[in-house]
């Protein structure tokens, strides 16, 4: 039972995981007996050196489940991390009075930790969110790996099997077939595949000449409507409008005020009046 300290690098699958899994293989595997003994130090006296043991010991067993969920092309490191942290919680609630091996009872927290970790990180949208589509998912990912698409015997074989309805199985076959793929083309991307890119199936309009057209259409049809609009008004409300909106150099409403002989205020009202008169012009 002589689990030796080890640098905290060698055991983070992170820093070297050739390095990591070595380290992890040379922990003594524990006796029933050996086991029983650390688990009731743990469970009735918390005795975390125990605890420590427990889970060294057990770490080889978490890299083997990691390996069965290599083809989800995700880090081998992190699902070997996450692994871990549900053999730390596993071991933390091994009752060892329930007569039953570490390793068995460990097997469901370990899983568990890594479907989840699969699950958040496998795909930017999500594709199982319930209970039932967990289960399917990685049940159908399985059966995947030795069938091409399901034919209507196979799908209702599966769909017994776990207990689903047939649609299920079909809607989940067809997000396992589906892939995510970026928006514009990567920068490594040669000629012959950067155009498959989503960027270049979308419409240009900008030189298309019937946007053009209507485009210059809409900007005449807009000046003549404003120099009919403002041909109502009188000279003074257009003058004021033109310097406020349509000259370059813009004037305040104190040097219109010093320019007319009246106070600011005034000025202002006399701008309100003759842009309402100007959008019910607009408008009609």
Do not use: C
């Amino acid at each position: 039972m002589g689990t030796s300290l080890q640098p905290a690098h060698m055991l983070s699958p992170g820093a070297n995981l050739g390095a990591y899994i070595q380290t992890v293989s040379g922990f003594d595997v524990l006796s029933a007996e050996e086991e029983k003994q650390l688990a009731e130090d743990l469970y009735y006296r918390e005795d975390l050196n125990a605890a420590r043991q427990l889970v060294l010991s057990h770490l080889r067993f978490v890299v083997h489940i990691a390996k069965s969920y290599s083809g989800y092309g995700l880090n081998q490191s992190d699902l070997i991390q996450e692994g871990n942290v549900g053999l730390m919680k596993a071991v933390k609630r091994f009752n060892p009075e329930k007569g039953v091996r570490l390793v068995s009872f460990a097997v469901h927290w370990i899983k568990a930790e890594i479907h989840e970790f699969i699950l958040r990180n496998w795909r930017i949208v999500k594709i199982a969110t319930t209970k039932a589509q967990r289960k399917l998912f990685f049940n159908l990912r399985g059966q995947k790996k030795k069938l091409a698409w399901l034919t209507n015997a196979e799908a209702k074989a599966v769909a017994a099997d776990l207990n689903v309805d047939v649609s299920h199985v079909h809607e989940m076959e067809g997000r396992l077939a589906a892939h995510d793929a970026a928006f514009d083309a990567g920068v490594d991307d040669d000629d012959d595949s950067a155009w498959q890119a989503p960027a270049h199936y979308l419409e240009d309009r900008r030189f298309d000449p019937a946007a053009q057209l209507e485009h210059e259409n809409w900007q005449e049809n807009s000046l003549n409507s404003l120099a009919a609009a403002m041909g109502q008004l009188d000279e003074r409300s257009q003058d004021i409008l033109r310097a406020r909106w349509l000259s370059e150099q813009k004037s305040t409403l104190h040097e219109l005020a010093d320019k007319y002989g009246v106070s600011a205020e005034r000025i202002r009202q006399l701008e309100k009046n003759a842009m309402k008169k100007m959008r019910v012009a607009m408008e009609a």
